[in-house]
T-cell receptor, first 114, second 112 residues
Framework: NAGVTQTPKFQVLKTGQSMTLQCAQD?????MSWYRQDPGMGLRLIHY???????DQGEVPNGYNVSRSTTEDFPLRLLSAAPSQTSVYFC?????????????FGSGTQLSVL | DAKTTQPTSMDCAEGRAANLPCNHS???????VYWYRQIHSQGPQYIIH???NNETNEMASLIITEDRKSSTLILPHATLRDTAVYYC?????????????FGSGTQLTVLP
């Protein structure tokens, strides 16, 4: 299994541009989530999904959209990039159910907005 | 969710045990203690979790005090590859608040 795959690894955007960060997992996990990590900080939850067709907001959802049309994929869309969105973005997944606690993380996308 | 307090940084000699403390004095009865670590530039990695009993796996041991207000993650024989930021997280077992909240963690540096 490849686990959680994020693309691209690096991206530079200009203010106002839009783009989609891709996240895919091949473990048939029901739960997926997106975090951002600013320099020297812990991770903050942006959006999450408990299954296909179901999404919800996390701690810092403004400026981001998500959708979950399949179990495997959970893309994160930046509608109009701002310098404040410069960060490292991590996607994570885990099996559904209350007893499945272990999150698997991707390797991250480094995003710079100029 | 209960908040956690961890030291900002710690050093440990290679081959010695690394003991990372975490204070969670407001933890409630249905909240678990989780530990993750993040090696530089990588995604976080799950280490271990527990409710009230001590836990051990191939990576580490988790010691939770009897009153559950604090815990210690133990890496029994630290190596240079264990240098990372270690996050202690408290999370309820169920409900929408189950989403993990990462704080600033402890930067563990294993010295040769």
């Amino acid at each position: 299994n490849a686990g959680v795959t994020q693309t691209p690894k690096f991206q530079v955007l200009k203010t106002g541009q839009s783009m989609t960060l891709q996240c895919a997992q091949d473990m048939n996990h029901e739960y997926m989530s997106w975090y951002r990590q600013d320099p020297g900080m812990g991770l903050r939850l942006i959006h999450y999904s408990v299954g296909a067709g179901i999404t919800d907001q996390g701690e810092v959802p403004n400026g981001y959209n998500v959708s979950r049309s399949t179990t495997e994929d959970f893309p994160l869309r930046l509608l109009s990039a701002a310098p404040s969105q410069t960060s490292v973005y991590f996607c994570a997944s885990r099996p559904g159910g209350q007893q499945n606690e272990k999150l698997f993380f991707g390797s991250g996308t480094q995003l710079s907005v100029l | 969710d209960a908040k956690t307090t961890q030291p900002t940084s710690m050093d440990c000699a290679e081959g010695r045990a690394a003991n990372l403390p975490c204070n969670h004095s407001t933890i409630s009865g249905n909240e678990y203690v989780y530990w993750y670590r993040q090696i530089h530039s990588q995604g976080p990695q799950y280490i271990i979790h527990g409710l009230k009993n001590n836990e051990t796996n191939e990576m580490a041991s988790l010691i939770i005090t009897e009153d559950r207000k604090s815990s210690t993650l133990i890496l029994p024989h630290a190596t240079l590859r264990d240098t990372a930021v270690y996050y202690c997280i408290v999370r309820p077992r169920s409900g929408s608040a189950r989403q993990l909240t990462f704080g600033s963690g402890t930067q563990l540096t294993v010295l040769p």
